[in-house]
């Protein structure tokens, strides 16, 4: 292999390094600054054949992520000799050329062609929006027809559509192996850690800039690519799509799923009618469908990184992992037990949607969708049980034991935070909502990463690391659901600031009290208590959290949290294990936007996936 020269310095450590399982030694650096698109035409194609040759040197065997990335950008724009101001641009071009050959490889029906909604007509476009995005009409009036009349010829899947939460449902779903987008830098920016991190061969086209309005590009690149098939003879980069397809097929794979959880009171329609069968049918309807499957994905990929990594190796376009039965079986069991836990959640919180439909208790009533979460429990421990004749019955008891744990300190943590809503203690410090965010969110991660691990042979070298590691990632993934609480959009909640309203013991409300003056802090208390209009309450809340600067100081747990669980995984010497948890943090804390909206408005998506 040789690399790119001069490398090294960018990532203070040497390109080999910095582009293999790099050990995370500091912190990732923002771009928000560096995002210029060159004005001329010349001066892109410069950046752009500087690319392609920075590419070749590189390593394909393994995807990189965005800090390394970044690293490779500023070295090429150093030996260019040209201004940090094109960094993003500069990271688009490198990867497009570290996956050009991989992504043609990619036959056009497993391709997805991205378009933004922004390249249409402002003024005189007929086309409405539907759940997949913008329906263009092909009227003529821009470009956006021409790309997706010729895609669609050759057989591409077609979106027009903003928002990485749809291109990642298409992607895990399996139709599509590799992704041609058009966006603008900010929207690649945010695609590469949830993207490429996962080994999904892609080629950006970047847009002359950010405006979302009549914004332009160069066209011919979309063209040198669009309508180019080269297959390759073998797949190159270690790619986790094909443990998420199967993390998928669990679930959508009728035939097996009925076979791994066979129906017991709800094999017909007619059964499934009956008093008898509801249960089990709604139960398994519940299990099957909605959400994005990531936790059995982490016990796939921590069980495939630990029996010599086979199925990242396949890359992008190789099979499907072959999942055993009994691994299967055992991330199904995680599945069904982070289902319940939700299934109650939404009760205790009254919550309205989940997943795009109303919740189990608003269709069904209270009792029937406790008695569902119930159901969902029993399946959990019924599956593992199923799988101990495959994993061996002490690593069942292992998984069993740590599934038990995981629920116990799941219902401390929900009961502390029922406990504080119905009598709400002012004197909240974000130490004591930090624990219960350690206990809510935590152990589910735990679970699924340690029965990966545990199938696949004796654990007690990681013991210690799984629930520290988890608990980071946990803490601060619910630190930033916070923080998209504001926005209006998580796990479907369409309303900002409904947590904080809805009286939670959140970090955010515990680092206003700890800073706020007597009068502040009797400002808060009217917010959350008050009798007026939701929208007037929230933004006296918004503004005392802004003068004590609580979203912030949020932004910087989220920042310690991460930098903890980096640290955690730089100590495993297992390469695909270590992997796995760098991936495990990029997409568990991955920053969608800006963290603290400054106003009431929110953008609603296509499609929301739950968590
Ligand atoms: S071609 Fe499609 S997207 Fe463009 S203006 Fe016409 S209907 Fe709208």
Known sequence: MTHAPGAAEANGSSLSDAHKPAKRVKRRVSTAHLKTVPETLAEREEIKNAAERFATNLDKSRAFN????????????????????????????????????????????????????????????????????????????????????????LGYKVLVAEGSPIVLKIIVSGYVNGIL??????????????????????????????????????????????????PLEEQQTQSYLPLMRASNRLFDDEERFARLLPRVRSKTAEQ??????????????????????????????????MTGGEAIAAGAGGDDATVPDGVGRVAMAIEAFHKASLVHDDIEDSDLYRYGRETLHRSLGVGPAINIGDHLIGIGYKLVTAARKEIGAEAAADILDRM?????????????????????????????????????????????????????????????????????????????????DWRGDVNNKLVAGQDALSLRPTVLLALALQEASDEQKATIRSALSGEEPTSVRLGRLRRVFNDLQVFEKADSLVEKSRARAEQLADA??????????????????????????????????PVTAGA
Not at 422 to 446: N, R
């Open 66 to 153: 965005k800090s390394q990335l970044e690293a490779f950008g500023r070295q090429m724009l150093a030996d260019m000799g040209r201004p940090e101001k094109y960094l993003g641009f500069a990271m688009v071009l490198i990867g497009n050329f570290f996956w050009r050959q991989q992504f043609l490889a990619t036959p056009f029906e497993r391709r997805l062609l991205l378009l933004p909604h922004c390249l249409k007509h402002a003024e005189g476009c007929p086309a409405e929006y539907d759940e997949f995005g913008l329906d263009c009409e092909k009227c003529g009036a821009c470009s956006i027809a021409d790309y997706k009349v010729r895609a669609e010829q």
């Open 404 to 484: 038990a744990n995981a629920h116990v300190r799941l219902c401390d943590g929900q009961g502390a935070e029922m406990a504080w809503q119905a009598a709400p203690d002012f004197t909240l410090t974000p130490l004591d909502a930090l624990q219960i965010y350690a206990l809510k969110t935590s152990p589910a991660f735990e679970a699924a990463l340690y029965a990966g691990i545990r199938m696949a042979g004796p654990a007690e070298a990681f013991e210690e690391m799984i629930p520290q590691f988890a608990r980071h990632v946990g803490v601060g993934f619910q630190i930033l659901n916070d923080l998209k």
């Open 572 to 605: 495993v010497e297992q390469e695909d294990l270590r992997r796995l948890l760098y991936f495990f943090i990029d997409t568990v804390l991955a920053e969608e936007d800006a963290p603290a909206p400054k106003s009431n408005v929110l953008v609603q998506l």
């Open 181 to 230: 987008g058009v966006a603008c830098l900010n929207v690649l920016e945010k695609a590469i850690d949830k993207v490429l991190i996962a080994g999904v061969p892609s080629y950006a086209v970047p847009l002359h800039s950010g405006d979302c309005k009549n914004t332009t590009l160069d066209e011919a690149w979309i063209w040198e690519v669009l309508e180019k098939y080269e």
């Open 272 to 305: 499934a009618a009956t008093p008898l069968g509801r249960t089990e049918h709604t139960a398994y309807d519940w299990l099957q469908h909605g959400g994005k499957r990531f936790r059995p994905f982490i016990t796939l990929a921590a069980y495939d990184a």
